[in-house]
């Protein structure tokens, strides 16, 4: 069996490449919407891209499905491909950028895992908090509470284990790669509590991802949309 040759990553950014964005979502959710790990890889990686606005509307629409069988966002149409889930389109992103992914099949392995990471280990858990305290609005059984807990400290479990990771380095795999982009805005869904800003070392290293300059400009620009459509 002949060995899959890995991806050459390139500098020459592919053509007409199109994310899709919600039209508008309240303030709560700004600045974790999906789009913006897209936005900020192909900030790093120097790919001019255009913003496909989607409404509920089109969301539910057979053309949107087509693209995001879930009228989820975001998407991405690039290459002639057509691209669903963010952690998938950031790899994809990855895998053609020296900015986000080493040359060396060791190295590539390695963010994949942390990608992998983020998404299945951090995120999970982090959600489930996010669902429980910020838009949960029921009735606080003692039920509610003990799932609370247990959820709490899954969280806080998980943390405790990146922070060790992080611990001595400025990023998980000591350069910047997708990866950081992944497990930076992971981070951000905890943004409205202090379990990241408690621990030093995830503290400063959410700081730092977020004051990339890639970081910067596609934050600005997923706010800046919202604030074009807001409603009137």
């Not at 992914?101 to 999970?124: I, N």
């Not at 509470?145 to 611990?167: C, Y």
């Not at 990023?171 to 800003?197: C, H, K, M, N, S």
Request: net charge negative; hydrophobic share 45%; glycine share 6%.
């Amino acid at each position: 069996m002949t060995p899959t040759t890995p991806t050459t990553p390139t500098t020459s950014p592919p053509q007409d490449i199109q994310v899709s964005v919600l039209r508008w979502v309240p303030p709560i959710v700004q600045g974790l919407v999906r789009d913006l790990r897209v936005r900020w890889a192909l900030e790093e990686a120097g790919w001019p891209y255009s913003e496909h606005i989607v409404s509920q509307a089109d969301q539910a629409s057979a053309a949107y499905r087509a693209l995001q069988p879930f009228g989820q966002v975001p998407a991405m149409q690039c290459d002639g491909l057509n691209l669903f889930e963010s952690g998938a389109i950031v790899h994809h992103i990855a895998e053609r950028s020296p900015a986000l992914m080493p040359p060396d099949a060791e190295g590539r392995s390695a963010v994949t895992a942390w990608m992998f990471g983020a998404l299945s280990s951090m995120e999970p858990p982090i959600m489930m908090f996010n669902v429980l305290d910020m838009i949960y609005q029921g009735p606080k059984s003692d039920d509610y509470m003990g799932l609370k807990a247990w959820v709490v400290g899954w969280v806080e479990a998980r943390l405790d284990v990146l922070s060790g990771v992080l611990t001595g380095k400025d990023y998980v795999l000591g350069d910047f790669t997708a990866a950081d982009v992944l497990l930076g805005t992971v981070l951000r869904i905890l943004r409205e509590t202090d379990y990241v800003t408690k621990r030093p070392v995830l503290a400063a290293y959410q700081q730092r991802c977020e004051a990339r300059p890639a970081f910067q400009k596609a934050l600005a620009d997923h706010l800046a949309h919202f604030a074009r459509h807001a409603p009137k």
